[in-house]
């Protein structure tokens, strides 16, 4: 199979893109550690906290996926690598469920 | 007849099959990789989330970070560390590809730097960890026997180091030599129970966080499923920091290329791929952070 990529050409956001991102990723990061602390000082609750901080993971996972990982210029040629892992991971979760309603010490 | 003829063409073109993946195999293979990586890491942090809310109730929760001398502010300040690295390796790419050696390399030359800051922050919380005796098996989390008597003699040690070094102990002391006289052993055995001088120790390292400047005191309360805390805690931090420390050996390598004049432009899709690598190390943390720190 021959080698088709061109070192000589960047495919994918520029540089004002990464800074852009960049400053996002810091937003949400402080957004994260504030929410967190309202949760402590009992002004959010904590599934409401909960559900925000693991957003703002997911939106941070993004667009490090998206942006620094060419995923936007890559998805349509790769996704079928990715994608059986997030379901797979999914199931894991789920079949593991019913050791949470297990207790064995009493 | 012209028609016909790139008609034809047209149809010999489609029924022509190309084999493998429009990428290069580089890329291929480290996206392959990153798959594996995260069905390593769903195990681990899967895991964690089943235990996490399994046992747990409310009269014994599961710890909070306060309890297990986790510092919130540290692990974010870890977090923009690595995001910081993320920008440097993708604008190291970026660079190379648009011929600059040179800039390149100190992009690259920051990331290691960071990277080697977030280890040492890292190292540090461990040494936290170790001086606090926050180890998977070390933590008193039940006091059923035998664990109840050896938490008896833990406790009488501290308290004994404690009032020996009366200048350290600030305004716990009075309550500590009034703990060790009840836990004066009798016949043998303790005058309180595993389970009252746990609750004594709580009493006394809540009422002396509330003094101004108090001094931290050098006492073992019961942390209900500290171990398991403990457990998932160095599992998933420790596999994640032998990946970055995996990582940073790579960025050595290109720079010690560098060093030789060997890092050339043609070199751009193999910083791409080692790029690919570390964000995807980013993105673990990313989820790691608030797992373990926040919620």
Known sequence: MTDSHSSDHHAGPGFKAYMVVFGALSIFTAISFIVNSAVRHEVLGAHTGFTLILGVAVIKAVLVGTYFMHLVVDWPKIYYLIFPTFILGAMLIVVLLPDIVLDWHN | ?295
């Not at chain 2, 489609?14 to 990153?34: D, R, T, Y």
């Not at chain 2, 309360?221 to 420390?245: D, E, K, R």
């Open chain 2, 1 to 295: 007849m012209i028609r016909l003829m790139a008609h034809a063409t047209a149809v010999h073109e489609e029924s022509i099959l190309h084999m493998g993946a429009p990428v290069p195999n580089g890329k291929l293979a480290m996206w392959i990789f990153l798959a594996t990586e995260i069905m390593f890491f769903t195990g681990l942090i899967g895991v964690y989330v089943v235990l996490r809310n399994g046992n747990p109730s409310t009269r014994e929760p599961w710890p909070i970070p306060e309890d297990v001398h986790l510092v919130e502010w540290i692990g974010a300040f870890n977090t923009f560390v690595l995001i910081c690295s993320s920008v440097t390796v993708v604008l190291a790419h970026f660079a190379l590809t648009k011929g600059n050696v040179g800039g390149a390399v100190k992009y690259v030359a920051v990331t290691l730097a960071l990277g080697a800051v977030f280890l040492v922050v890292k190292g540090v919380e461990y040494r936290s960890k170790y001086d606090h005796d926050i180890l998977p098996g070390h933590v008193f989390d039940r006091l059923s026997e035998p664990r109840g008597t050896q938490y008896i003699e833990k406790i009488r040690e501290q308290l004994n180091g404690i009032v020996a070094r009366p200048e350290e102990a600030g305004p716990a002391l009075e309550d500590c030599k009034k703990l060790l006289a009840e836990m004066e052993l009798k016949d043998g055995r303790s005058q309180l129970t595993p389970q009252e001088a746990g609750a004594r120790v709580k009493e006394i390292l809540e009422k002396h966080k509330t003094v101004p400047n108090y001094p931290e005191l050098h006492l073992s309360p019961v942390i209900p499923f500290g171990n398991l805390w403990a457990s998932c805690y160095f599992a998933m931090t420790g596999f994640h920091a032998l990946h970055v420390f995996g990582g940073l050996v790579i960025f050595a390598i290109i720079l010690i290329m560098a060093g030789l004049g060997r890092l050339g432009v043609q070199h751009a899709g193999f910083l791409e791929l080692i790029g690919l690598y570390w964000h995807f190390v980013d993105i673990v943390w990313i989820f790691l952070f608030p797992l373990l720190y926040l919620v």
